[in-house]
């Protein structure tokens, strides 16, 4: 009933903005155009105002979800006709905002105390306005400028209801729609759902501003603001007070002296070094959230981030799907693309290579002929989702984030310099991950991480071996296998048991020896009992190799 009348509501803010006439404009509805002539409310009372404003207006009045909608939107002037775009772009921080007396019983309600105890100054009149929250000025008691933030009242049970609708048509596009399983659409609305209610969690969004901070403290030209962790609560949040001109002021930018070119290949270098080295992202990178400060007295220019309620992290065979994918598309490597499709199990059983091959090449190879300055990422993205389609490649909802945050990248980095080439400037952080997690460095540092933790069970493995022995004679541990080939082979090898326990248990102290001998290099002779012990399983290791050879 609930989901029934969002609906209605939803319909009645189309009616109230008049939008239903571009519903009826669509190649759809068009045969239907007559009816919007003869409902009542299209007879009089229309509204002139232009259709971006009533669109806009429309977005916040059915709320957040939808306003996020809207900002996704401001960032794709390639998509959006320019003066759509140029009114969504005020849903990044002029929402139309709630009173400040409500906000300040908001806050002192969190203090349990009243503001003049907290702050030397404060204003009621907000800074800034989204759809969840909104900021306002405040001096603290040691004269230091920051801003609070404050959560929008009752906006979480406003955001329950959007999601419950969402829910509900995933279900039903899954259930109806025949490559809905595939395209996961309630996998996508879940990580939605997970996204947008941490946002309302400001004690969360103060956590990934502290940890963005550490993660970027040694770099000179990429800032992130300090958070008051005494003052900051689950719905009010104090932050260190960011100044400087946004990104979407490109005429001032221009008059400061900021180099366009290198502001947008920087921000997209600065974005896969969060995605690659860091594995943690800023996913709300919309022009709202970026400000640059000029150089002076000698600093360079800085690019200056705020509003943290959404990060994401990927995980290692995440990361690797991304950049080997990456590659594979910047080196037109089709044959690596689909064979890492089908590695992955993310296409059915049974798919030929070479039929997911030629439909990946057909798709993308006109557009890919290009020059890179050219071709855009979210066109490439749209032309593979039709490639998904067609063979059920099943959509990871967890990487749903990161390309909408790729897409918002390039948007934002083709405003400011039309000739931006997104892979030139993502590729070296692709190819250094590949080169630490696949080269020679990759296999220095896993074997540091990994040889203490094989020399600390080293200890417990005669008992471990005892143990299964002792198991397997007393019959607790039954080994059954039916087939003809299998019962052949183990007669077969009952003849050569003896020798090849004996191989085995000698190469494993052979190998136990150059483990032990590698962690003695590795800690630099701290362990002065390291080189004997290593010896000492090496001469076993050899001398059960020997025996195992005269078992012939």
Partial sequence: ????????????????????????????????????????????GRTKEPRARRMRLMLEELGPIYVKLGQILSTRRDLMPEDIANEFAKLQDDVTPFSGKIARKIIEDAYERNLDEVFLEFDETPLASASGAQVHRAVLKDGREFIIKVIRPDIEQLIRKDLGLLHLLAEKAEKYYPKGKALRFTGVVDEFEKTLL???????????????????????????????????RRNVLAMERVTGISVRDIDALKTAGIDLRWLAEYGVEVFFTQVFR????????????????????GKPATVKVIDFGIMCSLTEFDQRYLADNFM????????????????????????????????????????????????????????????????NVEIMPQLVMLQKTIINIEGIGRQLYPELDLWKAARPQCERWMEERIGAKGLIKGARINIPKLVDRLPDLPNRVIDVV??????????????????????????????????????GFLLSSSIIYALDNTTHGTLASVPIVSWLLGFAGMMLLYLSWQEK
């Avoid at 189309?14 to 007559?34: M, N, Q, S, V």
């Avoid at 969690?201 to 992130?224: G, K, P, W």
């Avoid at 557009?367 to 990422?377: A, C, K, T």
Wanted: glycine content about 4%; overall charge negative; hydrophobic content about 45%.
């Fill in 1 to 44: 009933m609930g989901q029934i009348l969002r609906l209605l509501a939803i319909q009645r803010a189309f009616i109230k903005y008049g939008l239903d006439e571009f519903i009826f404009a669509t190649h759809l509805f068009r045969p239907f155009r007559f009816v919007f002539f003869i409902l009542p409310w299209n007879w009089f």
């Fill in 198 to 232: 941490n946002e309302l969690d400001l004690q969360r969004e103060a956590a990934n501003a502290s940890q963005l901070r550490r993660n970027f403290i040694n770099e000179e030209q990429y800032f992130v603001p300090e958070i008051n962790w005494e003052l900051t």
């Fill in 278 to 297: 860091d594995n943690f992202f800023h996913a709300d990178m919309h022009p709202g959230n970026i400000f640059v400060v000029p150089a002076e007295a």
């Fill in 328 to 391: 594979a598309f910047l080196n037109r490597d089709y044959h690596r693309v689909a064979a890492l499709h089908i590695e992955s199990e993310w296409v059915p059983k049974g798919t030929r290579l070479d039929e997911f091959e030629s439909a990946i090449r057909t798709v993308c190879e006109p557009l890919l002929d290009r020059p890179m300055r050219e071709i855009s990422f979210g066109e490439l993205l749209q032309r593979l989702f039709q490639i998904a389609r067609s063979f």
């Fill in 470 to 507: 002792d198991r397997l004679h007393e019959g607790k541990i039954e080994m059954e296998n039916k087939s003809k080939e299998i019962h052949q082979l183990r007669n077969e090898m009952k003849t050569y048991n003896r020798r090849t326990v004996l191989a085995v248990v000698g190469s």
